[in-house]
C-alpha cells in the first residue's frame, strides 16, 4: 500500500510539475534563509554555554565607569577588587573564580599566542577536557602551563609534550603539564595556554571575576541583592563611585552586553533570524496552499480510494506523504545551497578582532559541521510540527461536510503569505532608504575641513572645556 501511494505521490509532482518545482526551490531558500539566520542568532547569543555548570556560573561586572560610542552607558566584565570583596561573601556563592588575560612575544617566531592566568578553581567551573597530562597535584606557583591542541600541535605535532619546556624567550619558560581540547569558537575565552597561577588585579585593582552558585541558590535574588550595592567611599577625580552599578550576569549574557562594539551586529542578526523564520513559514504555506488546491481539483479521483475501502486514517497517510515527498527533496537541495553559501556566510559572520584589540588577528567563526548537524535534527522537527498541521486541512478534504473549513484555511494561508510579503517589501524599501542616506557621505559637509583634536591622557578627566574652546577660536585655521 505504501509503495502504491509513493508511486501516486510520484505521479502527482510530474503532473504538477511547475508549480511543484516553485514550490520546492522556494522551500529550500526558505529553510537555508531560516537555517543561516537562526543558528547565528544561536551561536552568537550562546557563548560559553558548552561549560557543564554554565547554568550556575556567572560573572560579576560593572557598570557607571565608561559610556559607549552612542552615549550609553557601557558594561565592563570586571569588578574592582574593593567591591568584589564584600560581594563573595553572600551565601549564595559557592566557589570564587579570577582569570587575567597574558600576551607574550615568543623569540623563535612572529606568531604571539594569546594565553590566561587561573587559579585552581577553573577546573572546578570551566571545561577542560584533557587529551593528555593533569593538573591535578600541580603547584599553582607560575612555573606550568597547559597548552590547547592547537598550540601543541604548533611546536611538539603529534608527538607528546608532558614534561617538555615551553620556551618564551631568554627569561621566561614554562613546564608542560597537559594538553586540553581546543574551546569551541562562541567563547570569550579566547587562550591557547593556561598558566597555573594565581591572577593579580589589573593596574586600576580589578579583577575578572567569576562565582558559581550552590545548587539551591536563588540566582536573581542574589541578582537584586547585588545591584543594590553601593560603595561607600566618596567619588575622586578618577574614579565616580557613586556611579558604579554591579551585576550579576550569566555566561551567555557577557558576549552580548560587555561587548559595546557589537551591539549593531547584534540587531542585524535579530533582523535577519527574523526574515529567515518568515521565508520558511512562508514557504510552508505555499506548499500548503499549492496542496490544497491540487486536492480539490482531484477531489473525484480522490473519492474512489474511499470507495474502494480504503479507511480514513489510509487516506491521510497517502495525503501526508504527497507532503512529505516535496520536503525531502526540498531538504536536499537546501544541502546544497548551504554548501554553495557556507564560504561566503562564514566571512560574513565571523568575528574579526580589532587591530587595537588585544586579541588582534583572532578570527571566532561558525563551522560547517555546527551547521550542518544544526539542519539534520531542525529540519526534520520542522516538517514534523509542519505534517502534524497539515492533518487538519487533509480532513477537511477527506470529509464532503468540512471542505468549507479547508477553503477558509486555504484562503487564510494566502493572505498570510501577502502580509509576509508585504513585511519582506517594507522592510527592504527601510534599507533602501537606510542605504541611500549611508552612501551621501559628505551629509552637506566638507569632511576634508573637519579635525579632531586629541587632547591628551592628562585631560581626560576634564569636564570643563572651555578653554580648550577659547583656545580654538584664537586659531586662525577655525
Not at 534563509?33 to 554554565?54: K, R
Not at 587529551?131 to 597548552?147: A, C, D, M, Q, W
Not at 551586529?265 to 526574515?275: E, G, M
Not at 522592510?427 to 541611500?436: E, L
Amino acid at each position: 500500500m505504501i509503495q502504491h501511494y509513493f508511486k501516486i505521490a510520484c505521479r502527482n509532482l510530474l503532473k504538477y510539475k511547475v508549480q511543484n518545482i516553485l514550490s520546492i526551490v522556494g522551500l529550500s531558500i526558505g529553510f537555508t534563509a531560516f537555517l543561516l539566520g537562526g543558528y547565528w542568532h544561536y551561536w552568537e547569543y550562546h557563548f560559553d554555554s558548552f561549560h557543564p555548570q554554565s547554568s550556575r556560573t556567572y560573572a560579576l561586572t560593572t557598570t557607571g565607569i565608561f559610556k559607549t560610542a552612542d552615549g550609553s552607558v557601557g558594561e565592563l566584565n570586571q569588578i574592582h577588587q574593593m567591591v568584589e570583596k564584600d560581594l563573595v561573601t553572600f551565601p549564595e556563592i559557592a566557589k570564587v573564580c579570577h582569570v587575567s588575560k597574558v600576551k607574550y612575544e615568543f623569540e623563535k617566531d612572529t606568531k604571539s599566542w594569546i594565553g590566561m592566568k587561573i587559579d585552581s578553581t577553573f577546573f572546578d567551573i570551566f571545561q577542560c577536557k584533557l587529551i593528555e597530562g593533569s593538573y591535578y597535584k600541580v603547584p599553582f606557583n607560575v612555573n606550568h602551563v597547559i597548552l590547547t591542541q592547537k598550540m601543541a600541535n604548533f611546536y611538539f605535532g603529534d608527538s607528546s609534550c608532558v614534561g617538555k619546556e615551553l620556551k618564551i624567550n631568554d627569561k621566561l619558560s614554562y613546564t608542560i603539564a597537559g594538553v586540553m581540547e581546543n574551546y569551541p569558537q562562541n567563547s570569550d575565552f579566547k587562550f591557547e595556554y593556561l598558566i597555573l597561577a594565581t591572577p593579580s588585579p589589573n593596574q586600576v585593582k580589578r579583577n575578572t571575576t567569576y562565582v558559581w552558585l550552590h545548587p539551591s541558590a536563588d540566582a536573581a535574588h542574589l541578582s537584586k541583592k547585588i545591584a543594590a550595592y553601593r560603595v561607600k567611599e566618596p567619588d575622586t577625580k578618577w574614579s565616580k563611585y557613586s556611579e558604579w552599578r554591579f551585576h550579576l550576569r550569566p555566561l551567555p549574557e557577557i558576549h552580548t552586553r560587555c561587548s559595546p562594539e557589537l551591539k549593531g551586529r547584534l540587531q542585524h542578526i535579530r533582523i535577519l533570524a527574523t526574515a529567515g523564520i518568515l521565508a520558511f513559514a512562508s514557504a510552508l504555506m505555499n506548499l500548503l496552499v499549492l496542496f490544497i488546491g491540487q486536492q480539490q481539483r482531484k477531489a473525484r479521483y480522490n473519492a474512489t480510494f474511499s470507495t474502494l475501502g480504503a479507511s480514513i486514517y489510509s487516506l491521510i497517510g497517502k495525503n501526508l506523504l504527497e507532503l512529505t515527498l516535496p520536503l525531502f527533496i526540498a531538504f536536499l537541495l537546501s544541502m546544497a545551497f548551504i554548501e554553495f553559501l557556507f564560504p561566503f556566510y562564514k566571512d560574513y559572520t565571523s568575528l574579526v578582532a580589532e587591530s587595537s584589540s588585544y586579541y588582534n588577528g583572532v578570527i571566532q567563526s561558525i563551522t560547517r559541521q555546527e551547521v550542518l548537524k544544526a539542519s539534520y535534527w531542525i529540519y526534520p522537527l520542522c516538517c514534523l510540527i509542519f505534517l502534524v498541521l497539515s492533518t487538519v486541512p487533509i480532513v477537511g478534504l477527506l470529509k464532503r461536510n468540512s471542505r468549507g473549513t479547508s477553503l477558509a484555511l486555504r484562503n487564510g494561508l494566502i493572505i498570510g503569505q501577502i502580509f509576509i510579503g508585504s513585511l519582506f517589501l517594507l522592510t527592504s524599501c527601510m534599507f533602501y532608504s537606510q542605504y541611500r542616506f549611508m552612501s551621501r557621505t559628505d551629509k552637506g559637509l566638507v569632511t576634508d575641513h573637519i579635525w579632531q583634536i586629541d587632547l591628551g591622557f592628562d585631560a581626560t578627566y576634564n569636564t570643563d572645556c572651555t578653554p580648550f574652546i577659547e583656545a580654538l577660536k584664537q586659531n586662525s585655521a577655525i
